[in-house]
């Protein structure tokens, strides 16, 4: 497998084609952004750990049935995923209350959501990713009601298996956002699944363990992303 030009640089991975059509290296970098990129940084050796994180999460997804676009990590910062066409639509489940949903409901931080709660965003930098929902996405095209359909089922089987995986390691799943794409025709998951796009927090002391850290300038970033992933089985040596 041969990596060849960049295709896309986000605000914290890059991807670049392959000479498979079918296949693309993501790179993780150092780079972590905050309120729509206002705020940006470079944190050692962030781009490994959340390299390493990535896949280990998306093994054990696709291990539990979940179909993902992740095929192997390639080295300490690239990971070797299918090329999706992706759905321009982020799906985010909440189960405890944080971040936008205190924000725009007042809803008080920390409260338990019975039954989670399940909200689309359109992916568009530009209009800070408004919360749409399913009759805007089907009229502008974004993604047909079949597509959202299984899109929630996925979103919500993941949190069945993921907020197990984290309650082993003493840690609340608050909340996490994921994005899915088509492969031949089918939804995979795709983007990545790392403390950058989910809340964790630790089950006891409720201690902030995820991108908070940063958005709030409470430091240690890296520190609690590592702690996270030791906790649940991820060596970072
Ligand atoms: O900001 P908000 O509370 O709506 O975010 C919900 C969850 O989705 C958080 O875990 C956040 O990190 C994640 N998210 C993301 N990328 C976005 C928007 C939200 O990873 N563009």
Redesign the pocket.
Known sequence: MEKRQELYAGKAKSVHATDDPDRLVLTFRDDTSAFDGERMESLARKGMVNNRFNAFIMETLQAAGIPTHFDRRLSDTESLVKKLEMIPV?C?V?NIA???????LGAEEGQALDPPTF?L?L?NDALH?PMINESLAETFGWATPEQLAEMKALTFRVNGVLKELFAEGGLLL????LEFGLFQGKIVLGDEFSP????LWDARTREKL???RFRQGLGGVIEAYEEVGRRIGISFD
Do not use: H, I, T, W
């Not at 608050?174 to 956002?177: A, P």
């Not at 950058?196 to 809340?199: A, F, L, N, V």
């Open positions: 982020e985010v909440r944080a971040g936008g949903l205190v924000k725009r909200e965003f992916k990713d608050v909340d996490y956002k950058d796009g989910c809340r995820d991108k908070d």
